[in-house]
């Protein structure tokens, strides 16, 4: 029904620059939550930064904040991750995920997102 293509990841250095990228199908992408979340290997996959609807709203982890940007191209049913000032500990699988269209749930959880794309792998080494 609704399908979710990651990529832009990559190896970096520290202090160096990444943008992800999150293709849709199906035109509700447009008009629900969207959210970034990583996963690191033997760790749990943790919340990134969410976007609404519009891209009038935004959230992010305290880890991110003044160094990753969310954003929406709703015409081109595509959201991106800016990612700036990168660290080691940055290291993990990204994934893009998307609410159900028309709900409104608390965007910080994973359990409230029902599409997930596949990942992709962002590396920050020297």
């Known amino acids: 029904q609704v399908q979710l293509v990651e990529s832009g990841g990559g190896l970096v250095q520290p202090g160096g620059s990444l943008r992800l990228s999150c293709a849709a199908s199906g035109r509700a992408f447009g008009t629900s939550v969207k959210g970034w979340f990583r996963q690191a290997p033997g760790k749990d996959r943790d919340f990134v930064a969410a976007?609404?609807?519009?891209?009038?709203?935004?959230g992010y982890a305290d880890s991110v904040k003044g160094r990753f940007t969310i954003s929406r191209d709703n015409a081109k049913n595509t959201v991106y991750l800016q990612m700036n000032s990168l660290k080691a500990e940055d290291t993990a699988v990204y994934y893009c995920?998307?609410?159900?269209?028309?709900?409104?749930?608390?965007?910080?959880?994973?359990?409230?997102?029902?599409?997930w794309g596949q990942g992709t792998q962002v590396a920050v080494s020297s």
């Open positions: 976007i609404d609807g519009i891209g009038s709203m935004t």
């Open positions: 995920a998307a609410q159900a269209p028309g709900g409104l749930r608390n965007y910080r959880r994973e359990e409230s997102y029902a599409y």
